[in-house]
């Protein structure tokens, strides 16, 4: 008889953006393979990992007081593991040691290939691990990106919250160095993989039944891969990937305003599959506040690129990001900022408070000097006008029909406990609008058209469609300035 090897059980906790949530998809994928099997508590776990983001102060507090927690389940058991991975292990490194002593492994994000081997190790008793990247001054340029690997091993479907969805990385690290950011730093060099290892994997997505892929990259619509003559860009990403049977939706986030294209927008009006909706963070309305931010572009460059977005894809949803109480940031500046708001008509925003980031240029060069009471107001203000802003345009939908890909039961569904066939199902429209409506399970993973009757900020309201109910959404007349998205 041969004797199986013990299963490892693996829990991890994953903050930050879709990098991260990719991260840990790859991560949870390659130690499966390893006979890990995850568990859903840090009580009932071997292996404890912690994928951290440095983005804002409060989310780095957030975890060093989630891992805090952990220090009388160490003591009990000291043969558990606890890693820290992603930004804030490759930031504070050795510093994560000093604040959280039990802590085992920390690994940045362009190392996470070694974790399974450095796991290895300290369950062989080798002691704490730890790797991480080179910094931005820590070599020549050729070692510091090589020490930046991209971690894309193969993909396992069963790792993702819907098998009909994944995030596929075309773009590794950041080189625009906006003054408030730490991602160049934790994430290092701007790297665009190859097209042809991003096809192999956008097919080998499609054969595990992936109908959408969202392409990552932290400015996603820089991509630029260069091999001798040869120069390839998002729009010819788009392009092959289009190609691929089973493929129906191509999204790509975050955007950065001056790479947004005409030549982009026209291949996205031009290829169906490619879904009109854009993720271009504004961060600031005023142009003393974007200089600061060395954003790279002016409040009329950020509405001439909203004209083309319009005038190429009128049906076109955008999303932003904004920045309040950025160092220096008048009331007229923040005024700025809500006239930008209300002339662009996001489909959301996602609205931060300034927080001063070590090793920045904006924690070198400016004081951080909007008081803490008046960056809550404004980040208020803001928040009130946007949510208002987009509970409008979500009212538009009404009496009409999206097409929606149905990713599964909502979280109330699965809350409530519904019993027999009917659940509340959950999907997005091509605009990537949250759509819900009293469906059945066996609607997972399909496109569906669903008739809108009701919406609120974040979400609409639908059923499946009778055949005499609603206009068709493809002839639709145009409302106010902008056509409603199917
Ligand atoms: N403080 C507050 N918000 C920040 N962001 C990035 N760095 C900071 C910072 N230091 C925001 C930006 C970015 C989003 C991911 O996080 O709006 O688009
Ligand atoms: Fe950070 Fe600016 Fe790069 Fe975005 S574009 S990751 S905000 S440095």
Known sequence: MTESKPTKRLYIETAGCQMNILDSEMVVASLRRQGYELTNSAESADTILFNTCSVREHTEEKTYNHIALLRDL????????????????????QLVFERAPFVD?????????????????INAGAGRQMAVSLGRRDGNQDDIRRSHESFDPLRDPTMRPTPYQAYLRIQYGCDKFCTYCVVPMTRGPEQGRSPEQIYAEARQLADQGCKEIVLLGQTVNSYKYVEGSCVTRLADLLETIHEIDGICRIKFVTNYPKDMSIELLQTVRDLPK??????????????????RMKRGYTVSDYMAMMERIESTIPQAAVASDFIVGFCGETDEDFQQTLDLAERCRFKNSFIFKYSVRSGTKAAQLFPDDVPEHVKQHRNIELLELTNRIAEQENSRFIGNKVEVLVEGPSKLSLRR???????????????????????NERQAGQLM??????????TLFGSVPTQQFSRDVYAMPLVANRRVDA
């Open 449 to 458: 058209p669903i008739s809108i009757h009701d919406s609120n900020v974040h």
């Open 417 to 439: 406990d519904d019993i027999g066939p009917m659940r509340q199902m959950t999907g997005r429209s091509r605009c990537d609008r949250i759509v819900v409506w009293e469906g």
């Open 274 to 291: 490619c879904s009109p909706y854009f993720h271009v963070p504004a961060q600031s309305g005023s142009d003393a506040v974007l200089a």
């Open 74 to 93: 160490k003591r009990s058991h000291p043969e558990k593991i606890v890693g820290v991975m992603g930004c804030m292990a490759q930031k504070d490194q």
């Open 105 to 121: 492994l920390v690994v940045g994000p362009g190392q996470l290939h070694s974790i399974s081997g450095l796991l290895e190790k």
